[in-house]
């Protein structure tokens, strides 16, 4: 009986053992789950809470835009010249972040869609519906802004890219006929890939979009969208030299016919100093003398712009990005916002990025 007894004394003590072993591992695993689903509530108000900023801040975007169109059709109505510049209110929201007391921060960045060389004003749709060929300028506009560009040091596979083929294989995917800029059928290429497709024929929808073109990628539409747009669809209208940033004045094709040039650093200098010195950069300066000064002052001669335009321009469409941060949780969205109308916002693109 007593060997018996001492028998049992010896397995419940491990039995003790590991059914005190069983409960501290569950009272770990219970603890460490709660802390994981507490911490995943958290992110997930906070995610809420950023996202909820995020589209705060695409409304504030609309009150300082609406605001501007106001200041500009007074300042038209009284004969004075209503452009847009950095100095309007809209291109300085970005530095004034905003912080709520209960730890969100918002930066809102708004963008003319001027700021970037759009890409259809280069083929123009025609009202009447008539294909309309790309115009000589074009091409070589693109064949110089390729040149530019193309560094095969940097990017091996432009050793292989020519700017000429570069150039007309953008154009002619959207310009509307099927026949190349070099006589062959633009379709060609498209219609032998693994799943076929063929030319837009049509006005580019997004930057992204160039990376289906013959010639181009993913990694070239990156290297592109800061300069360019693709806004207003059916735009005609060249760089605004009064919104744009020191890369895309360098865009500004000018000179007369048959000898056009980009502008160089030594002129895009030129521009940015009386941008700093609070001037405009007038097309024709009679109207306003003191504000303005004029093309041949800055270096670009009596000749034309391509694409064409008029300065000063007055923004109507505008890319509002805003950055809310909730903590370490982050929520950002890209919109597009037409005001061409002046009374209804029309959105253009709305994205999460
Ligand atoms: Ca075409
Ligand atoms: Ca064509």
Not at 13 to 38: C, E, N, Q, Y
Not at 79 to 106: I, K, M, Q, V
Not at 291 to 299: E, H, I, N, T, Y
Not at 322 to 328: K, L, M, N, P, W
Request: proline share 5%.
């Amino acid at each position: 009986m007593k060997s018996k007894r001492r028998e049992e004394r010896g397995i419940v003590l491990p039995l003790v053992l590991i059914i005190g072993l069983l409960l501290s591992a569950s009272v770990v695993t219970f603890v460490h789950r709660s802390v994981v689903d507490k911490l995943v509530v958290l992110n997930r108000d906070r995610g809420a809470a950023a996202a909820a900023l995020a589209r705060g801040g695409i409304q504030i975007a609309l009150a300082v835009l609406f605001e501007d169109r106001l200041q500009k059709i007074i300042q038209q109505q009284e004969g004075e010249p209503s452009g847009s510049s950095l100095e309007d209110l809209w291109a300085r929201l970005a530095n004034h972040p905003l912080e709520t007391d209960w730890g969100g921060d918002l930066v809102v960045r708004i963008e003319d869609s001027g700021a970037r060389l759009n890409l259809n004003a280069l083929v123009p749709v025609s009202l009447d519906e008539t294909p309309t060929q790309p115009s000589e300028e074009a091409e070589e506009f693109l064949i110089a802004f390729f040149e530019r560009i193309l560094d095969p040091g940097a990017f091996p596979s432009d050793a292989t890219r020519d700017p000429r083929e570069l150039a007309r294989n953008l154009l002619d995917y959207i310009d509307a006929d099927d026949v190349a800029l070099g006589g062959r059928n633009e379709d060609d290429y498209y219609l032998n890939q693994a799943a076929p497709y063929t030319a837009a024929n049509r006005p580019l929808l997004s930057v992204d979009e160039v990376a289906m073109i013959e010639g181009f990628d993913t990694e070239m539409a990156e290297r592109l969208r800061p300069y360019f747009t693709v806004y207003p669809l059916l735009g005609e209208m060249g760089v605004n030299a009064n919104t744009a940033k020191p890369h895309v004045l360098g865009l500004i094709y000018y000179g007369s016919s048959g000898n056009m040039r980009l502008a160089n650093e030594s002129l895009v200098g030129d521009l940015l100093r009386e941008r700093d010195a609070g001037k405009l950069i007038c097309t024709e300066t009679e109207r306003a003398p003191d504000l303005c000064v004029s093309m041949s002052d800055v270096g670009l001669g009596e000749g034309a712009v391509f694409p064409p335009v008029v300065w000063p321009a007055a923004a109507t469409i505008f890319t509002v990005v805003s950055e809310a941060r909730v903590r370490d949780v982050a929520y950002t969205i890209e919109a597009v916002i037409d005001l061409s109308n002046g009374r209804e916002p029309r959105l253009l693109s709305w994205r999460t990025i």
